[in-house]
């Protein structure tokens, strides 16, 4: 598995769009990054920029991004209301695959030290890469922001962990070099995924959004004696503030006043969203807000976001509307989206927020091919066979090329009977009178697009299992050694082309318990959709068993070719029985 790591520095600017592209540019300068979203604000005047790469290329790009900002932002001058301390004010780096946090924090350590000897920039190291257990927390790092400088720089206990060289008498202010003065510190570390988010509010009070904010954050509020604003602060045995724990695990919170929107927000750093999910804490920020006169019209996503937490929202906020569930990713994301004002403030495109989305290239392949006079065969090229039109799929099929093939469009007719079977779900769960029983039919509906996704799968599956054949006899084979290993890829290509299309074969008759259940069950409307899904069920059934036995014919080991062609005779046998009652049961409603 390639190794793949996201770095999120945030720079101390967001007004300048000439400076941020100088940063921006030098990240790109390097080869093997892949620059994903640059999210200035101008309020706060700071952008938030997200980049992916291997660990050695992302390395590479954040110190000349962050030596770029040293040379382009005067910290001197700068002035936002988010708290900052340097031109690069924050700088993690976070795991996506291939690697551990553990990896990223020695990763971010040695890139700490280098911007500190090469850029002359002073370093904390944070979170997972932290060399003293409360410099795990930001905060702790950037107390007193910038205009702490000096005492940073000079008090032993506040010193960043990397330094670049300073003169000896370290009592005068005069011995902080002028480009340190310019860059400031940067706070560099290793951490899991994080979602920064703010949540508007109806109300210019930095005060009450605030209070708001204190209210769910982890950390809380100081406990005050008598009055719990004007009180004398409650201390323990050891001298320090005793909290009072907000709502909210793994989340730190702040209030401000944007004058870009000219309302106050709940600014929130969401840090385990398996502990606070994003639509939890959207609706606890709600109810503390709601106590306190106040509403929330919106929720800001700074930067991206990972797709699991707008699915797991879109679906929490279809269950408390007692709809479906059971519908395609992106009416699920829409939902989200809606429910939570994502795009209170400026249109929010998944595309562009969603990081899956975003590494997966996501709609960049949506083009269809029906616009295009070339009859080059998909065989060479990348684009997917799911991501067509239904014309340029059939025309893509009808090609003199044998791939795609009987496998390919026997796995689209498997999912078609799942998205029949999950239709009739969706339609009988929104019934008219049928209002309790809509978990019934969307637990039917989720589990027809949990196949429904695993047939489109199959679609493309099946033409690159036969994409493996063919390159497997193109192999070279002038010497011995050449021809064995000839013969064992092709071998090897062989059995895999005779197994994806039993994988098609299973999951298409798991489709029939849905079309079944929906025959039975489902909006007697609908029973003739149900009977369609399960002929199309049939059909892939049947098709793909077809593929299975041409493919284990040409294996040399026929104890195993003729288990694969045993198990694709019982999924036919099963779905030739299933059809036929499914069938029975349709003609008797009809």
């Known amino acids: 598995m390639n190794q793949i790591i996201e770095c999120v520095p945030n ?3 967001g007004r300048d769009m000439s400076i941020i592209r100088q940063i921006t540019d030098s990240i790109e300068s390097v080869d093997g990054v892949r620059l994903l979203n640059v999210d200035p604000g101008e309020a706060t005047n ?28 005067d ?9 900052r301390m340097g031109a690069t004010d924050v700088l993690p780096l976070i795991p996506v695959s291939g690697i551990t946090l553990q990896e990223c924090a020695l990763l971010a350590r040695q890139l700490a030290e280098r911007m500190a000897r090469e850029a002359g920039i002073p370093c904390y190291a944070y979170e997972a890469s932290a060399f003293k257990p409360e410099r795990k927390n930001l905060a702790v790092c950037r107390a007193g922001e910038y205009e702490a400088l000096h005492e940073k720089l000079t008090n032993p206990d506040k010193r960043p962990d990397f330094m670049p060289h300073l003169s000896a008498d370290s009592g005068s202010a005069a011995v902080i070099p002028e480009s340190i003065q310019r860059c ?47 009180g004398k602060p409650v201390l323990d045995a050891d001298g320090k503030p005793v909290m009072i724990p907000g709502t909210l695990k793994a989340t730190k919170a702040i209030g401000w006043y944007i004058d870009e929107y000219g309302i106050a927000q709940v ?28 509403r929330v019209t919106g929720t800001e996503i700074v930067g991206l976001v990972p797709k699991k937490a707008l699915i797991d929202a879109g679906r929490y906020f279809l269950h408390k509307q007692h709809r479906s569930t059971g519908i395609p990713e992106e009416d699920i994301i829409k939902i989200a989206i809606k429910s939570m004002g994502l795009d209170d403030l400026r249109p929010f495109n998944p595309q ?34 799911v991501d067509m039109s239904v014309q340029a799929f059939a025309h893509e099929t009808s090609r003199e090329s044998p791939a795609p093939g009987g496998g390919t469009v026997s796995a689209y007719m498997g999912a ?91 999951a298409a008759c798991k489709t029939f318990a849905v079309c079944r259940a929906m025959a039975e069950q489902g909006n007697p409307a609908s029973v003739s959709d149900a009977g369609v899904g399960a002929l199309a069920a049939r059909a892939a059934v049947l098709g793909a068993g077809l593929n299975v036995k041409i493919n284990a014919a040409s294996l040399k080991d026929r104890v195993q070719a ?14 030739n029985q299933q059809e036929k009652e499914i069938l029975q049961i349709v003609e008797a409603k009809l």
Not at 363 to 376: A, C, M, P, V
Request: charged share 25%; proline share 3%; hydrophobic share 40%.
């Open 352 to 385: 562009e927020k969603v990081i899956e989305y975003l590494l997966e290239g996501a709609g960049s392949s949506q083009s269809s091919l029906s616009s295009q006079s070339s009859n080059t065969s998909l065989s060479s090229q990348s684009r997917k066979l």
């Open 184 to 230: 400031g510190c940067t706070v560099v570390g290793a951490r899991d995924f994080l979602i920064a988010v703010n949540f508007n509010l109806n109300t210019t009070s930095t005060r009450r959004a605030n209070a708001i904010a204190f209210d769910v954050r982890e950390k809380g509020r100081p406990k005050r004696e008598g009055n719990p604003i004007t």
């Open 11 to 13: 720079f101390s600017e």
């Open 416 to 506: 078609l009977a799942a998205a029949l079977g999950t239709m009739v779900a969706n339609l009988s769960s929104h019934k008219a009178g049928w209002d309790d029983r809509w978990k019934e039919f969307s637990d039917w509906a989720d589990r027809g697009q949990q196949l429904l996704g695993e047939l489109l799968a199959l679609v493309d599956e099946d033409t690159a299992a036969f994409n493996r054949i063919m390159a497997a006899f193109g192999m070279p084979k002038k010497t011995d050694e050449e021809r064995a290993a000839r013969s064992e890829a092709i071998q090897r290509a062989t059995l895999y082309a005779a197994q994806v299309p039993l994988h098609t074969m299973q």
């Open 75 to 83: 910290m001197r001058r700068h002035h936002g209301a988010h708290p």
């Open 562 to 575: 003729d288990a694969l062609i045993a198990d694709a005779n019982a999924l036919i046998a099963e779905a």
């Open 46 to 73: 700071r952008t938030v920029v997200t980049f992916v790469g291997s660990p050695e290329a992302v390395c590479e790009a954040a110190f000349r991004g962050a030596k770029k900002a040293a040379e382009v932002i």
């Open 267 to 294: 600014s929130m750093n969401m840090t385990d969203l398996s502990v606070t999910p994003l639509h939890v804490a959207f609706d606890e920020v709600c109810r503390c807000a709601q106590l306190r006169g106040i």
